[in-house]
């Protein structure tokens, strides 16, 4: 795999360079020292990975990778110092459409690299979506068999949304849509870092009048609430209708995965479900979706002219795995609407109203 560094500090350059090289398969291709420079490197020099760092002059990195993904596409990897002093660089970056974030290595008095575990895990993960996978004659969710939401008290209904690259934005658009009287019970996957898990949490809560809440393990899975997980583990609902968080299955390459929360409602026939997948890169998601939508539960996938990376909503969309394919800015009102008839009175009239100004907006 063939890296680009993006880093205006001489020593940071040094440091992601002696952690790229440490992997066996991973080369540096070259190095730039602001936002500008690495366009112009990515048009001559396309490499498979870019680690971008956020504060540079002439450019940060949020929009350096805008410019990128509208130009010569390829992997983005944010690296940053402090989540809380460049938090709303790193979702604008993934907004944009970076894969994930993580933190600096940083290099001791003694030379020796501290911090890097986390950057050389991405690293493999990243390289695992950009190669072209084997075939594989059976799912890695075949043996999966969660302990769905069969027999939850009321049967709350539920949206789950999965996403990854290109998702803070797009959960931003779709989030905005949901009113405050949101009948259902809204579950989130994005694939990030779960240290920026809990700064995502409150730049995702500036966009949408309903709680978020980072999943734990033992919630229950309240209507009106939404949950994100929030840690390296996938998330599902138990048979009381609490939020589960499991390491199992382990042999997935996101953790959590999509797939994983998709294919755990597709048992829970009992209340209204509604799946949506967004804008990512890979194929998380598609397969559980699928089994999603054999269940009987309505199904929703992102357009390709909508998505900064038609890849998930792509393999879903080839799969027959959706009931609908939707631009952003319809999808968020078309899941008020899907909900609406839970509702009373009054509270489905204030939501027909925002469908039909949503779809104006559209």
């Not at 993934?94 to 690299?113: I, N, S």
């Not at 899975?221 to 609902?237: D, I, P």
């Not at 209204?272 to 054999?294: H, I, N, P, Y």
Request: aromatic content about 4%; overall charge neutral.
């Amino acid at each position: 795999m063939r890296v680009g560094i993006v880093n205006d500090l001489r020593i940071a350059c040094e440091v992601l360079a002696r952690t790229v090289r440490s992997l066996p398969g991973f080369t540096v291709a070259w190095t730039a020292h602001d936002g500008r420079e690495a366009i112009q490197m990515c048009a001559e020099n396309l490499p498979d990975i870019v680690l971008m760092d956020l504060i540079m002059p002439n450019m940060d990195g949020a929009q350096a990778t805008r410019e990128i993904m509208k130009a010569t596409p390829c992997v983005v990897l944010v690296v940053t110092s402090s989540v809380t002093a460049h938090r709303d660089l790193v979702f604008a970056a993934m907004g944009y459409g970076a894969l994930d974030a993580v933190t600096t290595p940083v290099m001791g008095k003694d030379g020796e690299l501290a911090g890097d575990d986390a950057l050389k895990q991405k690293l493999k993960m990243v390289s695992r979506l950009v190669m072209v996978p084997k075939p594989v004659k059976v799912s890695p969710l075949a043996k999966f068999r969660p302990h769905a939401l069969a027999h939850t008290p009321g049967h709350t209904p539920i949206l789950a949304i999965g996403t990854s690259t290109g998702g803070p934005q797009a959960l931003g658009e779709v989030l905005s849509a949901l009113p405050a009287e949101f009948p259902a019970a809204v579950l989130i996957v994005q694939h990030i870092d779960a240290h920026f898990a809990p700064g995502f949490a409150e730049w995702l809560q500036q966009h949408c009048v309903l709680p978020i809440r980072l999943a734990h393990g033992g919630e229950e899975a309240a209507a009106g609430t939404v949950w994100l997980a929030g840690r390296e583990k996938h998330m599902y609902l138990d048979d009381a209708g609490r939020i589960v968080l499991s390491e199992e299955p382990a042999n997935l390459h996101f953790r959590p995965s999509i797939d994983v929360l998709f294919t755990s409602l597709a048992e829970c026939t009992r209340q209204q479900r509604v799946g949506v997948l967004l804008t990512g890169m890979g194929s998380d998601g598609a397969e559980g979706l699928l089994t999603l939508r054999k269940s009987g539960a309505h199904t929703i996938a992102q357009d390709a002219l909508s998505s900064v990376v038609y890849g998930m909503p792509k393999m879903a969309a080839e799969r027959s795995a959706a009931t609908e394919i939707l631009p952003l800015q319809a999808i968020g009102p078309r899941v008020v609407k899907l909900f609406a008839h839970t509702l009373s009175g009054e509270s489905r009239y204030r939501m027909k109203g925002r469908f039909a100004e949503g779809l104006s907006k559209g």
